[in-house]
């Protein structure tokens, strides 16, 4: 091998393991997606040029995600695991290296054609010339194009008066929406639910109202939406607890509240519920909707009714695939994946919320894809580590008040639990609250109903 072909393979080798050790897991910012874009296009440029031949369209990337996959193997998670031919696992895909490809693997191809074409001269034909120039020019848009729409930033839409604030902001690398009338108004901490939630969207759609009454803060949880470059390996319901409480001390110290009200939905308020009796000074008041308490009982409940809801409704494609993987716990997201794509069949709930957020301005183009992708990684890096927490051992008392909002509707398995630890729960105050004709998600699915209860109990 002549010293130019060697230089031409080194080129991608070398751009591999360094995306591979500084990206495992993609470039997750935009301007790490720029830095992509932008040595991808060099480095296929200069491969192409190298090797004198437009073969370096197809080796150069080839390479570099041999490279790459090889470096980034400590790295976990659906979107970089390998593929799973599953629903989900196809998510995975599409978010993980599908994403990965526009940003990582095309440019390398589009510089490479671009530097194989001088270096080879004129010697194809003319049409074959203009037809390669076309292709090529398409591809290049192509980049121009996503490079353009990764550095469109999130907006929030700005609200009027002196007082008034509205913005996007990362503490401790986690986003925040904070929006409010008045910043003289009480702070309220909003912690969504499922690992890697991000609700800007039904926040927005469905619970501005608050903005009059509140600094609305809206957090993104560590590796979703937003906050999905802060993803770690080893979360666990503490480590968020830990996060809550440097973003609330963050909020307390910005607005000049000695207190602020903390509110926390589905699986979110366990690690809330841990911040709210660790730091109770921080806290006027805890409020929890559709509460968990223990989901590694309610997943073994939830798997039986599951079960015998497929075997009644003689659905055998959903009993064999519950029945192949057993009941939980599970050590991975695709052993839940039967039971979360079931349960609103099930249970009649309407699952939602991304489909809010994905068309949210509040969230940037790579922000939305992070959605799919930090619900994914971040569901199976954190969700086996909370089935130990059990708040009937774990936690019988606050120093606050706590408020308990669930739908009439709620999963049969949750509402059980909650009920009988509610019983044993002890607080200066506490109430236990049902919205009728509502499900898991009570806050948004009748927000008129819930703002009037979250009003009563906290500034009455």
């Not at 720029?34 to 192409?48: C, E, Y």
């Not at 989900?88 to 074409?117: D, E, M, S, W």
């Not at 001390?249 to 979110?268: C, E, P, T, V």
């Not at 059980?416 to 609250?433: D, I, Q, S, T, V």
Request: charged share 15%; net charge positive.
């Amino acid at each position: 091998m002549s010293l130019r072909l060697l230089l031409a393979c080194l080129v991608p080798v070398m751009w591999g393991a360094v995306a591979g050790l500084a990206m495992p897991r993609g470039p997750l910012t935009p301007a790490a997606a720029l830095l992509s874009i932008g040595l991808g296009l060099a480095a296929g440029a200069a491969t192409g040029y190298l090797a004198r031949s437009r073969w370096a369209m197809l080796a150069a990337p080839v390479v570099f995600a041999a490279v790459f996959e090889l470096l980034r193997i400590g790295a976990s998670g659906p979107s970089v695991d390998a593929p799973r031919i599953t629903l989900l696992g196809v998510l995975a895909l599409i978010t993980g290296r599908g994403v990965h490809g526009l940003l990582g693997l095309f440019p390398l191809t589009v510089g490479a054609a671009y530097g194989a074409r001088p270096a080879r001269g004129r010697t194809a034909g003319r049409l074959r010339r203009y037809s390669g120039r076309a292709v090529t020019g398409v591809l290049a848009t192509i980049v121009a194009a996503v490079a353009i729409g990764v550095t469109l930033p999130a907006t929030t839409a700005p609200i009027a008066g002196s007082g008034s604030v509205a913005e996007l902001t990362t503490v401790s690398g986690l986003g925040l929406m904070i929006r409010g009338t008045d910043t003289a108004n009480p702070v309220l901490l909003f912690v969504p639910g499922a690992p890697g939630a991000a609700e800007r969207g039904a926040v927005r759609n469905h619970l501005a109202g608050l903005e009059q009454h509140f600094v609305m803060v809206t957090l993104d949880r560590r590796g979703g939406g937003s906050s999905y470059p802060a993803i770690k390996p080893t979360p666990s319901p503490e480590s968020e607890a830990d996060d809550i409480l440097a973003v609330a001390g963050y909020l307390g110290k910005r607005f000049g509240k000695d207190r602020i009200y903390l509110l926390a939905h589905s699986g979110g308020t366990l690690p809330a519920v841990l911040a709210a009796r660790r730091r109770p000074a921080l806290f006027h008041a805890y409020i929890g909707v559709g509460q968990a308490v223990n989901t590694g009982a309610a997943d073994r409940m939830q798997y039986a009714d599951t079960l015998a809801w497929a075997r009644a409704h003689r659905d055998g494609e959903l009993a064999a695939a519950l029945e192949a993987v057993g009941p939980p716990p599970y050590n991975s997201l695709y052993g839940y994946e039967p039971m979360l794509l079931a349960e609103s069949r099930v249970y009649g709930e309407a699952q939602g919320g991304l489909d809010e957020s994905v068309v949210a301005p509040e969230y940037s183009l790579l922000d939305r894809i992070h959605l799919f992708s930090g619900f994914l990684d971040a569901f199976d890096l954190y969700y086996p580590r909370a089935g130990h927490l059990d708040l009937r051992t774990r936690l019988t008392r606050l120093a606050i008040p706590a408020y308990f909002i669930d739908g009439a509707d709620e999963v049969p398995a949750r509402l059980r639990l909650m009920e009988e630890w509610y019983g044993m729960l002890e607080a200066p105050r506490k109430e236990h609250l049902v919205i009728p004709g509502t499900g898991h998600r009570s806050l948004f699915e009748q927000p008129d109903h819930f703002t009037r209860i979250l009003l009563s109990r906290t500034l009455d």
